[in-house]
């Protein structure tokens, strides 16, 4: 699979509130995040007060090509960078993969892959960990080729650091993703492991199960309760509405059954992240070291 630029144009896009086959993604405050709609041969994409995207069902000549039509006003660059970080991921889920919300660093086992909700701190760890000499490879959102065994599949990125931790680490604030020119998929990358990013913190409800912490503590999940919160964080995927989506379900189960899926959790603050980096460290330098 490859990716082509951008193509900037006119658009007619469908009227999505009124459409009966809109499905509608809605942000925590209750606002509208994106519509998607499969008209013929054809998927919308519409990032509410950005951009209108429309790309193929069926990728021609296995390569995804997709046209956009900014709205008014708005800056060009983060239409680009939101065909990589949103649009990219969700059409090759549409073309039979399936990606999480999350980051990923590449370790001597394979890929480590931190998920967990929006500004739940998991690319701060990421960053911590890549200064002790794990790459980043996947930011936003990990693409996993589920069939045989489960391996990352690496897209064009950049690491998204917010202005008050960005200056730590010495990455820019927010940097977006430019055009790239065609891209292939990267080469696989095997699964290591999965970690859920508990960070706690006085403003943040605490996850299902989890008990409040001192101190950073890193537990394997069971194989039930490891595949509802990945499947949780699953891009594009609504989790009351799974139970319809047999290939979904059936990748999720997979995952969960052949790769191993921790708990992280530790006390808000940069001053505390030094344990939970030191117990993610020890996991890859110690129970995910490859055998010989």
Known sequence: MRVDDLYLTELEPPDFPSDPRTFTNYRSNGKVEYYTLVDGDDVWFRLERLATYRFPRAPEDGVLRCAAMPDPDVDVAKVIDQFYRTVTPYAFQEYGYENVHGCALGTPAGALVLFAAPRSGKTTLAAALEGRGLPIIADDAVIIDAAGRPALRPLPFTTRLLPDVAPVFGKPVLERIGPQ???????????????????????????????????????????????????????????????????TLSNFLRLTAQVPVFRLSYPSGLDRLGEAVDLLERLVREDLAPVG
Request: hydrophobic content about 40%.
């Open 181 to 247: 020119g065609l891209v292939c998929l990267g080469d696989p990358v095997p699964l290591a492991a999965f970690v859920q990013v508990d960070r706690q913190a006085p403003d943040r409800k605490p996850l299902a199960g989890a008990e409040p912490v001192e101190s950073a503590t890193l537990t394997r999940l069971r194989p039930s309760q490891a595949f509802t919160e990945l499947v949780g964080r699953a891009h594009f995927v609504d989790p009351d509405l799974v139970s319809g989506d047999r290939r």
